[in-house]
């Protein structure tokens, strides 16, 4: 347990009469619900939709979900269980964040206009797929989400795209374009293991698994590659 007390968010036991209240009025989170064809990783109250806490009894913590809870932008709690929390201060600088747990994809991109060379020399282009796992919710909390009340896989990717490029421009300089072409990705994770994946966990995410799923095609490719 964080700074606070445990008394402040105690967990409801089925059958109790808090049990009847959180019935009622519990604030449960959109975490993992797909919105423009984006996975939401993370979302916050108050927001432009729930503005106060206090007409709310309980919140919940569902299934692939952690809930933080925050006063004066302070980490007081977290909550990893599944099930309904009583809330017995709606403090108006109380919130409370939930961050999606579950292993998730960000789709990812190279376009070859941004002169990504080969060793031989070549442009290369190229689209894929990481597969993340929020490993720290705490620290992806406080150095991702900050005050946002919303957090999508389109905006992790906004986030990390620099910090991916930066990667990919190095690798790519090692290896031929039929090299590339025949990477496994079990290759490409362990060399993001040695670079990429210390950096981000500085930020709370742990890379699981990448996939390279198509190049872009040149002049000697019209269908470009894949790996294996």
Not at 73 to 100: E, F, P, Q, T
Not at 128 to 155: M, P, S
Request: aromatic content about 12%; charged content about 30%; glycine content about 6%.
């Amino acid at each position: 347990m964080l700074k606070g007390s445990e008394e402040s968010f105690p967990r409801v036991e089925k059958g109790t009469r808090n049990w009847s209240l959180c019935q009622n009025a519990t604030i449960q989170s959109r975490c993992g619900q797909e919105e423009d064809y984006e996975k939401i990783i993370a979302w916050r109250v108050p927001n432009e939709d729930i503005k106060s806490l206090k007409q709310y009894n309980c919140f919940s913590v569902g299934d692939h979900e952690a809930a933080i809870v925050f006063k004066h932008n302070i980490a007081v709690d977290i909550k990893k269980l599944k099930g309904y929390y009583r809330l017995l201060s709606a403090d108006r600088h109380l919130s409370i964040v939930w961050i999606l747990t579950e292993r998730f994809n960000l789709e990812f991109g190279i376009s070859k206009a941004r002169n990504f060379l080969t060793s031989d020399g070549k442009q290369c282009g190229f689209h894929g797929i990481l597969f993340l796992r929020v490993a720290d919710i705490k620290l992806f909390a406080e150095r991702v989400i900050y005050n946002k009340t919303k957090y999508t896989t389109y905006d992790l990717r906004d986030f990390l795209l620099p910090h991916i490029s930066d990667f990919f421009r190095s690798f790519i300089s090692q290896y031929t374009m039929d090299q590339l072409k025949k990477l496994e990705s079990s290759e490409i994770l362990s060399k993001m293991e040695e670079n990429l994946a210390s950096l981000i966990s500085d930020y709370g995410i742990e890379i699981e698994d990448v996939r390279i799923e198509g190049f872009a095609p040149d002049n000697n490719d019209e269908t470009g590659g894949k790996n294996g």
